[in-house]
């Protein structure tokens, strides 16, 4: 497949040097020019989620990467049920991956992806941080050969169970917890990819939410939803995704451009950067709010130039976008309404997805809004709106009892510049 860099039309690259790269010349991100539609959508959707994902991805990737269908097979290893919800409203659960987030999809495709594709040069992932996508990353990463992990997370300001996630697997997996906050973290992972050396001594690569992989990991369970309704519902739905960086939303219309009928709702916390552009026309990020749905706490959504192209490409207007934003304190009545209502336990983001939702549906719409974390993964807030013990499955219990294995370390590039050179198994193929 062909891709081109948005900023520079004239950087075009296959999508194996797309996923390696990570983001093109002058920050710019790498996206298609054209999408070709899926001719046999009914057929695709009468398919198991595998099958029908390998089918997917092999025709937005064309003839690259043989290893393809058995990668799927080994990335999508658990289920992505639709749950009803609410009257017409179904959850599309997420989360019943090993980290118990959406993240685990694009991640486990992404780290077997740069597996296959890597030949024999070693690769080492650099990447800061403050929950999720470092859970993620790890976990995906675990054990793949010839390929090191380096996580950074700020000391005492990210949750034990995250910590756990990142901390307790070892082997390929090094987890760095930094005497910092988060933008130290960050400052340090960008200072390693300014230091040309460097990145070809270690084969630096971020696996940060802009690449590729993931996000066409993502187009799959799209379908999966719609596959799961009875056939006389699958004409007029409607997706409410909980945006952060606008990842999760730029798979969902890369879905409908593939020719699934759907139209998409953005919903945001109180960082509310796209739902004011799309009022005012005014592009105005403000300083970022720390929110219960902490995911979504971005206020400059690095995904958005994705979603402006695809919208050009396919002639959609971005007038036509429902979105709505949510407060914590009406998160919080959200979370309370539908549990005393229906008994469903809704997390922050989740929450906001479905109280946009309701507002936007008509009554011959069908909605499905997507629960991308497990609702123990915020136990505390889950626990305290509701008045619930929510229970914690197993696979997270079972990491609470696991020695942590991370290096502490002060926030300074030279020290990680050393670690890295003189710990990781740079030989190792
Ligand atoms: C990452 C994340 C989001 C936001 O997804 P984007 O693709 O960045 O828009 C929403 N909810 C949860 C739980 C997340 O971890």
Redesign the pocket.
């Known amino acids: 497949m062909q891709l081109f860099n948005l900023k520079d039309k004239s950087q075009e690259v296959n999508f194996a040097t797309a996923v390696t790269l990570g983001i093109g010349r002058n920050q710019g991100l790498f996206f298609v020019d054209r999408i070709i539609k899926l001719d046999n959508i009914d057929e695709l959707l009468s398919m198991p989620l595998v099958a029908r994902s390998q089918k997917i991805l092999r025709h937005i990737i064309g003839d690259e990467v043989p290893e393809l269908e058995a990668i799927v097979e080994d990335a999508f290893t658990f289920k992505a049920p639709l749950v009803k919800a609410d009257d017409n409203i179904f959850a599309l659960e997420l989360f019943h991956g090993p980290t118990l987030?959406?993240?685990d999809f694009g991640a486990r495709f992404m780290a077997r992806v740069l597996s296959a594709i890597r030949g024999d040069k070693h690769l080492t992932i650099l990447t800061a941080t403050s929950g999720?996508t470092g859970a993620a990353v790890a976990d995906a990463f675990y054990r793949q050969k010839g390929i090191d992990v380096v996580i950074l997370y700020p000391k005492g300001k990210i949750s034990i169970l995250q910590e756990k996630l990142i901390s307790t697997l070892g082997e390929n997996i090094n987890a760095i917890e930094v005497e910092g906050d988060f933008d130290m973290c960050q400052d340090m992972v960008k200072k390693a990819f300014d230091d040309r050396d460097f990145v070809d001594a270690v084969g630096l690569n971020s696996a940060n939410?802009i690449n590729v992989s993931r996000l066409f990991a993502q187009i799959c369970y799209y379908f999966e939803a719609v596959a799961q309704l009875p056939e006389s519902k699958r004409d007029k739905v409607v997706f409410s995704v909980?945006?952060?960086?606008?990842?999760?939303?730029t798979a969902g219309l890369i879905a409908r451009a593939l020719g699934l009928k759907a139209r998409f709702v953005i919903a945001c916390n109180v960082n509310d950067t796209v739902p004011r552009y799309l009022k005012s026309g005014r592009w105005e990020p403000k300083p970022t709010i720390a929110t219960l749905s902490n995911?979504?706490d971005i206020s400059r959504p690095n995904n958005w130039p994705r979603v402006e192209a695809l919208c050009q490409m396919q002639n959609w207007s971005l007038q036509d976008f429902d979105y709505g934003v949510l407060d914590d304190e009406s998160t919080k009545g959200v979370m309370r309404d539908l549990y005393s209502r229906t008994s469903y336990i809704l997390e922050p983001?989740a929450a906001i997805a479905y109280s946009v939702l309701k507002d936007a549906l008509s009554d011959d719409e069908t909605g499905i809004f997507l629960g991308?974390?497990h609702p123990a993964k915020f136990k505390d807030d889950v626990d305290s709106a509701l008045g619930i013990d929510v229970p914690v499955p197993e696979i997270l219990r079972s990491k609470m009892e696991l020695e942590n294995k991370s290096v502490v370390m002060k926030p300074d590039f030279e020290l990680l510049k050393d670690y890295m050179l003189n710990t990781l198994k740079l030989d190792k193929k």
């Open positions: 987030a959406f993240k999720d939410s909980p945006c952060g960086n606008f990842g999760n939303i995911a979504m983001h991308t974390a």
